[in-house]
């Protein structure tokens, strides 16, 4: 009996000293307070996270705006089955249908009826949607396979009735802005047409009803749906922590990775998990890390496609819109004639080859359980040079075209407040989400495979781990699959020390 006591207190020494290893992860996105959570909740207790920003959240970022919270960054759960932002909440009745936008305005002021306006956004949602034919496609980008599809279509469609023809044509600029904002990119000449994404089934549009995005990160911690469930979470987060080195050792098996941040502050573990988006290993992955990486993981680096879109929260103290008929937002398309013209109706902003960066705002959508608030979504590739822009300028330049393209039916107002995103500006992100490039494709392992690969030590044990949105091979540029990668991170590891 003794014995066996002796036996077990010893067991338990050696058993825990080789069961916690020293974890750091870099980056407290979904991916990194996945990975934390899970880890944490495996007994896993000796885990750092270092954070850039003086938030956790990465690229959620929801913020109180007018009567609810408005999300900077992500806002939808994309579908139900087997995604892990609706497991998390599934059993909380958070989740709300958001309805697309179906109503379509004019540069002209023509009158574009409601039934034509929906007819068109089937088109093209039906056009861009991975169940129609895309597989046919390989080696195609987005862009000439839907413009190819959308001429033909409306050709053959409004043949006969030209009025509608040419409306129909201007329409190809909006439909080239709403691909660049589920695909992320700055042209729909780089993503490829044919791709892995996954959507999941179920509702692919489901929002927060003000509550935020945030609300699944804290499902995470546990801090919702009840507090005092709360993991150690936060005491594991180190804020304003921007790690500019990772020194990795192939030869050691302990304290194999030391960090150093920006603040000269030094770090080091057993292991270390990456989150930082694509963005920042474009930018930096050179200097960062020593030794520098594999070829491959510099290549799948460069192949991953990176862009950025753009959103403005607009707080109108006097709401001159009607919520009351199932509101669902506004689509706008510029005639030639009017963006042309719009160089000197409304000079001030960037210009790109004689176009004003008021032709890259394409819809302007009500935030949800925030009566006061709309949202307006820009895409494309003056993004960069509009992120810079003074705050006077784009509220001037809002009113101007919401005047432009509503003022004959409603009395617009000038915007109280705005708050507005910069997510290619910011050093920590460079960007919104990743997709796949006609490039890419060519390889035989995709590159989002070849990110996630770990670096390993002459053991064969991993050292440097990689998660991340970036990572996933299916449901790269999601907050569902950022979860996953880091949840297979963690569980790497969890497996390992087993
Ligand atoms: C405008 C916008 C809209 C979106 N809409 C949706 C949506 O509707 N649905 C959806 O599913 N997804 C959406 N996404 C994508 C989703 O937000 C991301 O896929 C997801 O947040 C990625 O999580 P991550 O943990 O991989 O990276 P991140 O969220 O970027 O987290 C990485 C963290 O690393 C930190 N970091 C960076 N560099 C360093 C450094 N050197 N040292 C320390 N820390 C560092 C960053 O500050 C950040 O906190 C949207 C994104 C944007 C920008
Ligand atoms: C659009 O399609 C029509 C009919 O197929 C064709 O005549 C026209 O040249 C096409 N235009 C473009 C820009 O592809
Ligand atoms: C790597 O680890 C080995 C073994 O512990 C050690 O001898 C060597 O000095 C380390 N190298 C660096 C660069 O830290
Ligand atoms: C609002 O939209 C819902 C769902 O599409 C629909 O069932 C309902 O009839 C609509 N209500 C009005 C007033 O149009
Ligand atoms: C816009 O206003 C916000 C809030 O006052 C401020 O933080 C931000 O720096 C301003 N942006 C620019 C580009 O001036
Ligand atoms: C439009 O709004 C302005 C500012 O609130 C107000 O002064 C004006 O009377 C309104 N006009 C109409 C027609 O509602």
């Given at each position: 009996?003794?014995?066996?006591?002796?036996?077990?207190?010893?067991?338990l020494q050696?058993?825990?000293?080789?069961?916690?290893?020293?974890?750091?992860?870099?980056?407290?996105?979904?991916?990194?307070?996945?990975?934390?959570?899970?880890?944490?909740?495996?007994?896993?207790?000796?885990?750092?996270?270092?954070?850039?920003?003086?938030?956790?959240?990465?690229?959620?970022?929801?913020?109180?705006?007018?009567?609810?919270?408005?999300?900077?960054?992500?806002?939808?759960?994309?579908?139900?089955?087997?995604?892990?932002?609706?497991?998390?909440?599934?059993?909380?009745?958070?989740?709300?249908?958001?309805?697309?936008?179906?109503?379509?305005?004019?540069?002209?002021?023509?009158?574009?009826?409601?039934?034509?306006?929906?007819?068109?956004?089937?088109?093209?949602?039906?056009?861009?949607?991975?169940?129609?034919?895309?597989?046919?496609?390989?080696?195609?980008?987005?862009?000439?396979?839907?413009?190819?599809?959308?001429?033909?279509?409306?050709?053959?469609?409004?043949?006969e009735?030209?009025?509608?023809?040419?409306?129909?044509?201007?329409?190809?600029?909006?439909?080239?802005?709403?691909?660049?904002?589920?695909?992320?990119?700055?042209?729909?000449?780089?993503?490829?047409?044919?791709?892995d994404?996954?959507?999941?089934?179920?509702?692919?549009?489901?929002?927060?009803?003000?509550?935020?995005?945030?609300?699944?990160?804290?499902?995470?911690?546990?801090?919702?749906?009840?507090?005092?469930?709360?993991?150690?979470?936060?005491?594991?987060?180190?804020?304003?922590?921007?790690?500019?080195?990772?020194?990795?050792?192939?030869?050691?098996?302990?304290?194999s990775?030391?960090?150093?941040?920006?603040?000269?502050?030094?770090?080091?573990?057993?292991?270390?998990?990456?989150?930082?988006?694509?963005?920042?290993?474009?930018?930096?992955?050179?200097?960062?890390?020593?030794?520098?990486?594999?070829k491959?993981?510099r290549?799948?680096?460069?192949?991953?496609?990176?862009?950025?879109?753009?959103?403005?929260?607009?707080?109108?103290?006097?709401?001159?819109?009607?919520?009351e008929?199932?509101?669902?937002?506004?689509?706008?398309?510029?005639?030639?004639?009017?963006?042309?013209?719009?160089?000197?109706?409304?000079?001030?902003?960037?210009?790109?080859?004689?176009?004003?960066?008021?032709?890259?705002?394409?819809?302007?959508?009500?935030?949800?359980?925030?009566?006061?608030?709309?949202?307006?979504?820009?895409?494309?590739?003056?993004?960069?040079?509009?992120?810079?822009?003074?705050?006077?300028?784009m509220?001037?330049?809002?009113?101007?075209?919401?005047?432009?393209?509503?003022?004959?039916?409603?009395?617009?107002?000038?915007?109280?407040?705005?708050?507005?995103?910069?997510?290619?500006?910011?050093?920590?992100?460079?960007?919104?989400?990743?997709?796949?490039?006609?490039?890419?494709?060519?390889?035989?392992?995709?590159?989002?495979?070849?990110?996630?690969?770990?670096?390993?030590?002459?053991?064969?044990?991993?050292?440097?781990?990689?998660?991340?949105?970036?990572?996933?091979?299916?449901?790269?540029?999601?907050?569902?699959?950022?979860?996953?990668?880091?949840?297979r991170?963690?569980?790497?590891?969890?497996?390992?020390?087993?």
């Amino acid at each position: 009996m003794k014995l066996l006591k002796l036996f077990l207190v010893v067991f338990l020494q050696i058993y825990s000293t080789s069961a916690t290893p020293s974890v750091l992860i870099v980056g407290a996105g979904p991916a990194g307070i996945a990975a934390a959570t899970r880890l944490l909740s495996n007994g896993h207790t000796n885990v750092r996270l270092l954070e850039a920003e003086n938030r956790v959240g990465g690229r959620v970022d929801s913020v109180f705006f007018g009567e609810a919270y408005v999300d900077l960054g992500a806002e939808s759960c994309h579908g139900t089955k087997d995604n892990a932002v609706y497991e998390l909440v599934k059993d909380f009745d958070v989740l709300r249908h958001t309805e697309t936008p179906t109503k379509i305005y004019h540069s002209s002021r023509r009158t574009i009826d409601e039934e034509f306006s929906q007819e068109l956004v089937e088109i093209i949602a039906s056009i861009y949607s991975p169940d129609g034919h895309r597989d046919e496609v390989e080696g195609k980008s987005v862009g000439q396979y839907c413009m190819d599809k959308f001429n033909s279509t409306i050709f053959e469609r409004y043949q006969e009735r030209p009025e509608k023809l040419e409306v129909a044509k201007s329409s190809t600029e909006l439909f080239h802005h709403i691909v660049l904002g589920f695909e992320g990119a700055f042209s729909w000449f780089e993503p490829s047409a044919k791709n892995d994404y996954t959507e999941c089934d179920g509702d692919l549009e489901l929002n927060w009803n003000g509550f935020g995005y945030k609300t699944v990160l804290e499902a995470l911690t546990r801090k919702f749906p009840n507090p005092s469930d709360q993991l150690p979470f936060d005491q594991t987060v180190l804020l304003n922590k921007e790690v500019v080195k990772v020194l990795w050792n192939e030869s050691s098996s302990q304290n194999s990775v030391m960090v150093i941040c920006s603040d000269h502050s030094s770090f080091t573990a057993d292991h270390l998990i990456w989150t930082p988006s694509i963005g920042v290993l474009k930018e930096r992955h050179q200097k960062i890390f020593v030794p520098r990486l594999p070829k491959e993981k510099r290549e799948a680096i460069k192949e991953i496609g990176f862009g950025a879109v753009m959103k403005v929260a607009m707080y109108f103290k006097r709401r001159w819109w009607t919520p009351e008929t199932n509101f669902t937002g506004f689509h706008f398309i510029w005639s030639d004639h009017d963006a042309n013209l719009l160089r000197k109706e409304f000079p001030e902003g960037p210009l790109k080859e004689g176009r004003s960066w008021l032709t890259e705002l394409f819809s302007v959508v009500p935030a949800p359980n925030n009566p006061h608030v709309l949202v307006a979504w820009l895409t494309g590739d003056m993004i960069p040079e509009i992120e810079s822009m003074a705050n006077d300028t784009m509220i001037q330049g809002l009113e101007f075209a919401l005047k432009k393209f509503l003022g004959h039916e409603y009395n617009i107002t000038k915007p109280d407040a705005i708050i507005r995103t910069y997510w290619h500006t910011n050093a920590h992100f460079r960007g919104s989400y990743s997709f796949q490039t006609v490039q890419a494709r060519k390889n035989k392992i995709t590159a989002e495979v070849e990110l996630a690969v770990p670096l390993l030590n002459k053991d064969g044990r991993p050292i440097v781990q990689f998660a991340g949105e970036a990572s996933h091979p299916y449901f790269y540029s999601t907050v569902h699959g950022a979860i996953e990668t880091g949840y297979r991170e963690a569980d790497r590891l969890i497996n390992l020390y087993k």
